[in-house]
Every structure is written in C-alpha cells, then in structure tokens.
T-cell receptor, first 115, second 117 residues
Framework: DSGVTQTPKHLITATGQRVTLRCSPR?????VYWYQQSLDQGLQFLIQ???????AKGNILERFSAQQFPDLHSELNLSSLELGDSALYFC??????????????FGSGTQLSVL | AQTVTQSQPEMSVQEAETVTLSCTYD???????LFWYKQPPSRQMILVIR??????QNATENRFSVNFQKAAKSFSLKISDSQLGDAAMYFC??????????????FGKGITLSVRP
C-alpha cells in the first residue's frame, strides 16, 4: 500500500458528462501529481500541485482542471467527456517539489470509461 | 524535451531464467534520474529501481539490476531468477535533477513481460 488513496476505483459515464476524481496524498506529502494512462498515449503527465498551488502543467486539456485543497487532497475535474478520455488516471504524491532524493508514490488509479 | 523509448512491446522469459528489458532516452541535460516501474495486473505503479545519472555504478535491488550507459543514453533492466510474480508491465522513466525542476516523470510506452512456468 503506497498510502495514496484514489476514489472511485472505477467510473463509467457517458459522452458530454462531467466527472470528478479524488486523490488523498500520503500523510506529510505536499505535492500531488496527476497522470493519464491510455493505450495510445501511454503514461502522460497532466498537472502538479504543491501545497495548494499549481506547480507544473503537462499535456492537460482545457476541458480538464484540477485543484488542491487546504487539507492537501486533490481533485481532477473532467468535463465535456469524449470517448478518447477513457483511460486510467493516476495520482501520485511526494514530500516536496523535486528534491534530489524525492520519491513518487502512486495510487492505484481511477479507471474511467466513457461510453 | 526529454523522450523515453521502449521499443520492445512484449517479452517472455522462462521461470528462473534471466531477462533484460531495454530502454533508451534522449535529453540535453547532464544530470537526471532514471527509473524502472512495474505495473502488475492490480494497476499499482511500483518503483523497481532508480539510477542517478551522476553515479557510474549501476544500481541493484536484489534480483533487479540495471545497465546504465550514459554516453549511449541506454538504461536496461536485468531481472535474474525470474519469478511468476515478475509478470507485469514495466515502464522506464526519466526525471530531471536540476534544482527547481518539478518531479515530473517522463515515461516510455512500457513493455509487457510474461513469465512461463
């Protein structure tokens, strides 16, 4: 168990809908990262938050947004869903923002199916 | 931008034998980290081994070792005495080490390893 909790584990929805994925980082970790894993794109970095503030942005669509709350949990919001958004969404956490000895700890992911 | 390439989509190994998974990467940076992650059917991403680019010595973790060739930008994973539990998808990943850089990982496409009993 990595200590990173993601809910829900599975999500099935329809095109055009909006969903929210939730991530609770390990106790003491201030950074949260979101990754998308799909068959065609592989594992892609979406966005990073550190202590409530956006730190880095990757290949995140404008239809997607995220935030990190004061209790450090994070939510990834996906709107106007398309079939191609079907993927496994991972959350990871780390203590800081990229120190030399930092390790990332991954959650078990949320499998999103858009029908 | 950095890229990570895993050109073999699948490999198979006999239980108790040794297998090597290949990875190449491209970067203009001189200091960075390289990783191998394992993703079993449970989907959990598990860190297998890590290599610092400034270290010449290849990292080892029990049955797992790497062959890091910095000049060739090659980073292969060797699994010795393969076990059925090693069957999984394996991802090679890169992360910059420069101060101020975020901990973003750049992943390869992954390779599916099957272990034959």
């Amino acid at each position: 168990d990595s200590g990173v909790t993601q809910t829900p584990k599975h999500l099935i929805t329809a095109t055009g809908q909006r969903v929210t994925l939730r991530c609770s980082p390990r106790s003491g970790d201030l950074s949260v990262y979101w990754y998308q894993q799909s068959l065609d794109q592989g594992l892609q970095f979406l966005i990073q938050y550190y202590n409530g503030e956006e730190r880095a942005k990757g290949n995140i669509l404008e239809r997607f947004s995220a935030q990190q709350f004061p209790d450090l949990h994070s939510e990834l919001n996906l709107s106007s869903l398309e079939l191609g958004d079907s993927a496994l969404y991972f959350c990871a956490s780390s203590v800081g923002t990229g120190g030399t000895n930092e390790k990332l700890f991954f959650g078990s992911g949320t499998q999103l199916s858009v029908l | 931008a950095q890229t990570v390439t895993q050109s073999q989509p699948e490999m198979s190994v006999q239980e108790a034998e040794t297998v090597t998974l290949s990875c190449t990467y491209d970067t203009s940076e001189s200091d960075y980290y390289l990783f191998w992650y394992k993703q079993p059917p449970s989907r959990q991403m598990i860190l297998v081994i890590r290599q610092e680019a400034y270290k010449q010595q290849n990292a080892t973790e029990n049955r797992f070792s790497v062959n890091f060739q910095k000049a060739a930008k090659s980073f292969s994973l060797k699994i010795s005495d393969s076990q059925l539990g090693d069957a999984a998808m394996y991802f090679c990943a890169y992360r910059s080490r420069f101060t101020g850089a975020n901990s973003k990982l750049t992943f390869g496409k992954g390779i599916t390893l099957s272990v034959r009993p």
